[in-house]
């Protein structure tokens, strides 16, 4: 798919380059690079090469958004997975809401991945349901506790990509057996975009030893710009670095 429109300005891929350990970083469904660009920031000052890939058919116009495809958001990350590995000897995998779903389709397909890191990651969405009749339906952005926040995305979203989303979240739903990498799942106790029982199975499902569930009390949905967004950071850097913060899960 080509797009027909110009990327928005604060929705352009981002990239830092640090030391040999790489984490891609992946945004949301409808959402951009903006989202995620301050937990980049912070791997950045801790030290790691960061990479923050837009997904296809995101951060340009909704119509751009109608025409991609599932395939073609899973190529956008594998691509990214592949430049991080040309000047990184491992790699970690950050992902907000969907974002947590394409880290968890690589996590799958690259088994090698050191580590992977969930933020309210998406496999079943009941306020996103495609059997409508409507060719748009109203953005879901911006679930975010702390005020005075926007979270740059679209303002309508294509009832066709809906059927895209779907289709990852089921795809990867099935994958989840086969995943043996470690895991981070943050989750907030309040998201008014993916239940917070999503989190919970993937925890419940995913094979792992080196796994816990970091449940976040002062943030929504988009926890990377919210009151959470610290602690996120830390007890990120902190996996990576291959120490222990939390005392949960």
């Not at 690589?106 to 996103?128: R, V």
């Not at 043996?180 to 309040?190: D, L």
């Not at 902190?238 to 120490?243: R, V």
Request: aromatic share 8%; glycine share 8%; net charge negative.
């Amino acid at each position: 798919m080509d797009e027909r429109y110009l990327v928005m300005k604060g929705a352009e891929p981002f990239y830092f380059e640090g030391d040999n350990t790489g984490v891609l970083v992946i945004h949301g469904f409808s959402s951009t690079t903006a989202s995620v660009y301050p937990i980049g920031q912070r791997f950045h000052q801790a030290g790691f090469t960061v990479f923050g890939p837009r997904l296809k058919g995101h951060g340009t116009h909704p119509n751009d958004l109608e025409q991609s495809t599932y395939e073609e958001w899973c190529a956008t990350v594998e691509e990214g997975y592949a430049f991080l590995q040309e000047s990184c000897d491992s790699i970690y995998i950050a992902g907000l809401s969907m974002g947590g779903t394409l880290a968890l389709h690589l996590a799958n397909q690259y088994p090698s991945t050191k580590g992977i890191i969930l933020i309210n990651a998406a496999l079943d969405i009941p306020m996103l349901q495609s059997d409508r009749e409507e060719r748009f339906i109203p953005g879901i952005h911006s679930d975010i506790k702390k005020e005075g926040v926007a979270e740059l995305a679209y303002d309508n979203i294509p009832v066709q990509s809906l059927k895209e989303l779907e289709k990852l979240m089921k795809e990867t739903k099935e994958k989840l057996s086969h995943i043996h990498v470690p895991a981070r799942i943050f989750v907030s106790r309040e998201d008014h975009v993916v239940p917070m029982n999503n989190s919970e199975f993937i925890y419940k499902e995913i094979p792992t030893d080196d796994k816990h569930l970091i449940v976040m009390e002062d943030s929504y949905h988009v926890a990377t710009l919210d009151h959470d967004q610290g602690k996120i950071a830390l007890e990120s850097i902190a996996f990576i670095n291959g120490l222990t913060v939390s005392t949960e899960g």
